[in-house]
């Protein structure tokens, strides 16, 4: 086993920069430990952080020795990343707690610290206990989406060989957005199970076997369980109980999806052998996210010029075709070489959000939609129909300027961003009508608005 490298050289080594200490300043607040390493609540140069330090120890030991702390600062600085964690802005030094007597001449001790940034994200406990999106008509939609954020960066630690043992909604925070999740306290190396036995995965009590592939399955189907009811599992609570009532009750406002109450019972299996797997659960997810969209029925497609392909980007393939005497494009997904099941995950939901948007929206900006083409096997792709509209000629180019200007004004007033404008995904009409195509990568901007 090689030696583990000392602070100096992991600090070195991830590039974290010295911060100047005066501008640092740390509370009494612990938000964690890791043993004897404490988080606390602090500020730097006026912005919210965590401050990871030693802590002190009653007995003669004093101070947490420096490996206890190198080895936790390691486990942090392995965990970082661009999208799941909050940024690591330095390290520093702050005054011990042991206060120091003047009278007697004593100097005030220093220890190292680690400081993280946390300016502007809210915990996800803090946001459910606010009544997080209560009256919001797509309530159970929003609650899905985070979740499966939060799942996709679980799969992102373990794909880096990263177990995050202590997810809860205290240690998931929220970007201002409200769907963007930041993982903190990545660093610890154990989790007590205080509080919350039954909710706790069975094989990491002291008599259970261990980590398994499936215990992050337990911990994130307990933060599901409070995303959906809007309340923390409470200590030796009765699980199936619990449960049982989620069941009844549909959730904390109704309507929960009787499918995603299973899939958390599911996830809250005794044996880790009986779970899904996290890659089922991500699956089962966007499930649930797939709208009910009118359909087509594929006999009676005829394409016209055989298949030969209209237009094709990255992610599909648009033919010509003709569907119960209309002239219409029939839009197929591809799956592009090298893209991981996870990655085609992400395509297959944004080809769904794509016929949500057109099939919502008046037709007179956009495709008017025919229907969804449903798969006949389940690992063929999706696919779809829409008015065909001719191509995009550069003739009047003001008065085609305005209607594209309108159109996409028409999209704002109902709280949708393109995000993929160009002369490709504009079409005319016969009558010199726009249709403004594409919209997979289209967000709602109402969505992230007035949940501050």
Known sequence: MPPMETLPELLAKHDVKALDSILLSCTAVVEGTDGNVLLRRGKYNGKDVVIHRMGYTADEAGYAADEEFTQHIARVLKAQSDVYTPRVLGHAIVNSDKIACAAFGEVQETVPCLVVDRDGLRSLHDVIASQWLLGDPQLWKRKITIARA????????????????????????LKPDLETPQFANVGRQSKSPDGVFTWYPPELLPDGVGLTPTTDVF?????LYEITTNREPLRDEDRELALQTLHDQRGASGGCPTDLVQLIRDSLRQLPAERPSLEDVLERLDGLLVPTLPTADAALIEFVDGHVPLGQGAF????????KGMECAHKQLCRPTNCTDRQYSTIVRKCYQEMEVLS?????YVPRFIGCIAPEHPDQPPAYLMEQQATFPWQERCKIALKIIQA???LHECGIEHLDLKSANIMLTPENEIR??????SVRTADAAGYN
Do not use: M, Q, W
């Not at 996709?152 to 177990?163: C, E, K, N, Q």
């Not at 919502?360 to 007179?364: A, E, G, M, N, R």
């Not at 403004?436 to 990568?441: I, Q, S, V, W």
């Open 360 to 364: 919502s929206l008046d037709p007179k």
């Open 408 to 410: 996409i004004a028409y």
């Open 316 to 323: 599909g393939v648009v033919r010509l075709c003709r569907y």
């Open 219 to 223: 911990a994130f189907g307990t933060l």
């Open 150 to 173: 939060i799942l996709l960066g679980l799969l992102d630690f373990i794909a880096r060989d990263v177990r995050h043992v202590d997810v809860t909604a205290h240690n998931v925070f």
């Open 436 to 441: 403004l195509l594409d919209l997979g990568e």
